[in-house]
């Protein structure tokens, strides 16, 4: 399915590249240039909307392989670093379905763009389906980072000031930070469900 998805919004990018590109005829000296139409400011338009969601599915394979990888074990640096990364994929989920919203009132049924919507819309349940995935691994990792705190707290009571290495401040800052983190994907969540809304209504209109 991944494959059937990168092919789409490919064929669409080499498509689009073609029509800029492809068989354009040399320019001689003093040659007017080819007026700019509505429809390429409009094609435009969507490849740069298509070109960010691109962008969000690739940060989000490289969150879910972090926390993959992680088994379940990260320290306070590597979980303040996800939940900055995590916020950065929402807002610019955000930033795409404010896009979408815009384009709501100038997209025409039988539209020519239906094809960018349509690789809009299937990149966007990806996400959404990605953003769910990161969703699981983070509340496996609280489930195991909760074990680890109350086992060192233990730890620390019966041998004094540190639990299995760790102080007792360094044990309440990751546990804040798995709170923050735990925050940043409710976010995401959301944005990523707006997101796919906003882009299945944008491609029936253009149906």
């Known amino acids: ?58 940060y989000l394979d490289e969150a879910i392989e972090t926390l993959d990888s992680s088994n379940g074990k990260m320290n306070l640096q590597d979980i303040s670093a996800m939940s900055v990364s995590l916020k950065t994929i929402a807002n610019n989920l955000k930033h795409v379905s404010a896009l979408n919203k815009s384009e709501f009132s100038s997209i025409q049924p039988g539209s020519p763009l239906a094809t960018y919507t349509n690789t809009i819309l299937s990149y966007s349940r990806k996400v959404n389906r990605k953003a769910g995935e990161v969703n699981t691994l983070v509340a496996q990792l609280a489930v195991k980072n909760k074990k680890a705190t109350m086992r060192d707290a233990v730890s620390s009571r019966k041998g004094g000031k540190k639990g299995r290495g760790k102080k007792i401040s360094q044990m309440i800052e990751e546990q804040k930070a798995m709170e923050e983190l735990a925050a940043q994907v409710k976010d995401l969540r959301g944005a990523s469900r707006g997101l796919n809304a906003t882009s299945k209504w944008l491609y029936i209109a253009s149906k």
């Open 1 to 58: 399915m991944k494959n059937i998805f990168t092919l789409s919004a490919g064929l669409v990018l080499l498509a689009g590249m073609g029509l800029a590109f492809g068989a354009t005829p040399a320019k001689t000296a003093g040659a007017a240039a080819p007026a700019v139409t509505k429809e390429d400011v409009k094609v435009n338009e969507f490849k740069d909307i298509l070109f960010k969601l691109v962008r969000q599915d690739e």
